[in-house]
Nanobody, 118 residues
């Protein structure tokens, strides 16, 4: 059973920073990609960033230059460093891990709330 546990969310003023963490049970090398998504009230869940097993990263246009995804293989943890936060970044942030086997499997954490006040 794969478990993902996010932490680090909270309330921050616009322009501030937060670092989200996601601890994943088992070796993160077993996953093809580690991802962060977010869902704002009344909106669909959207991908924020992902990092592949090979270390390639990709970001949503709305967060490029402000958010960085990294991972610590020894700690089985993926991070999301968020700087210059805006009220529009307010959402529940979810960590996900994707594995390609006979089909695509995506495992989800329960999310952590990020609220950015103006």
């Amino acid at each position: 059973q794969v478990q993902l546990v996010e932490s680090g969310g909270g309330l921050v003023q616009a322009g501030g920073s937060l670092r989200l963490s996601c601890v994943i049970s088992g070796s993160i090398f077993s996953f093809n990609a580690l991802e962060w998504y977010r869902q704002a009230p009344g909106k669909q869940r959207e991908m924020v960033a992902f990092i592949t097993r090979g270390g390639n990263t990709n970001y949503a246009d709305s967060v490029k230059g402000r958010i960085t995804i990294t991972r610590d293989n020894a700690k089985n943890t993926v991070y999301l460093q968020m700087n210059s936060l805006k009220p529009g970044d307010t959402a529940i942030y979810y960590c996900a891990a994707t594995a390609k086997k006979d089909k695509l499997y995506r495992y989800w954490g329960r999310g952590t709330q990020v609220t950015v006040s103006s």
